[in-house]
T-cell receptor, first 113, second 113 residues
Framework: EAEVAQSPRYKITEKSQAVAFWCDPI?????LYWYRQILGQGPELLVQ????????DSQLPKDRFSAERLKGVDSTLKIQPAELGDSAMYLC???????????FGPGTRLTVL | SQQGEEDPQALSIQEGENATMNCSYK?????LQWYRQNSGRGLVHLIL?????REKHSGRLRVTLDTSKKSSSLLITASRAADTASYFC?????????????FGAGTRLAVHP
């Protein structure tokens, strides 16, 4: 069964360092989402792609976060510089055309020291 | 920002009992979805109910939707220890565009053998 892949699964970094997360959606899924989930809360959308285009990044802290999906397939989310408050689970999801269901990857747990 | 609010925040029951979780939201929606998240993992889609539907069943799951009260409930019948997880409602707002989901804070369900 096809799955959304994410790496790394865990990342520990010090504040002010740069971190990057990678996501490979299910093949053929044009829509890709990045979410941040703080412990004890629900996921919050950071950025949404349709193919290679950003269609919603209204909640993305653009002074330190960036996201790209250059060829409309896999995607990278970057934080530079990382802050203590960025400690969270970063989830990637993809959605096939014609469906409302989102398929989530296992997430990357980020700890900023 | 999170639109949905789940109630209760935490629920502890015995195997074989039914579990009911409630979700309230603020704005008009296209559909409402329920997802499950096992500890430290990604989310798994459970069931979707459209705004023109009132009730939907899937196996041991029953979802209701009351758009006049902007609320939904998820019932899990004959619960099992494997149902232990966090459950999130997610709304697809009418005005949101591009099929983005807004998640609530979740209900943590513990099913004891």
């Amino acid at each position: 069964e096809a799955e959304v892949a994410q790496s790394p699964r865990y990342k520990i970094t010090e504040k002010s360092q740069a971190v990057a997360f990678w996501c490979d959606p299910i093949s053929g899924h044009a829509t890709l989402y990045w979410y941040r989930q703080i412990l004890g809360q629900g996921p919050e959308l950071l950025v949404q792609f349709q193919d290679e285009s950003v269609v919603d990044d209204s909640q993305l802290p653009k002074d330190r976060f960036s996201a790209e999906r250059l060829k409309g397939v896999d995607s990278t989310l970057k934080i530079q510089p990382a802050e203590l408050g960025d400690s969270a689970m970063y989830l990637c999801a993809s959605r096939p055309g014609g469906s409302w269901e989102q398929f989530f990857g296992p997430g990357t747990r980020l700890t900023v020291l | 920002s999170q639109q949905g609010e789940e109630d209760p925040q935490a629920l502890s029951i015995q195997e074989g009992e039914n579990a009911t979780m409630n979700c309230s939201y603020k704005t008009s929606i296209n559909n409402l979805q329920w997802y499950r998240q096992n500890s430290g993992r990604g989310l798994v889609h459970l069931i979707l109910i459209r705004s023109n539907e009132r009730e939907k069943h899937s196996g041991r799951l029953r979802v209701t939707l009351d758009t006049s009260k902007k609320s939904s409930s998820l019932l899990i019948t004959a619960s099992r220890a494997a149902d232990t997880a966090s459950y999130f409602c997610a709304t697809d707002p009418l005005s949101g565009g591009y099929n983005k989901l807004i998640f609530g804070a979740g209900t943590r369900l513990a099913v004891h053998p």
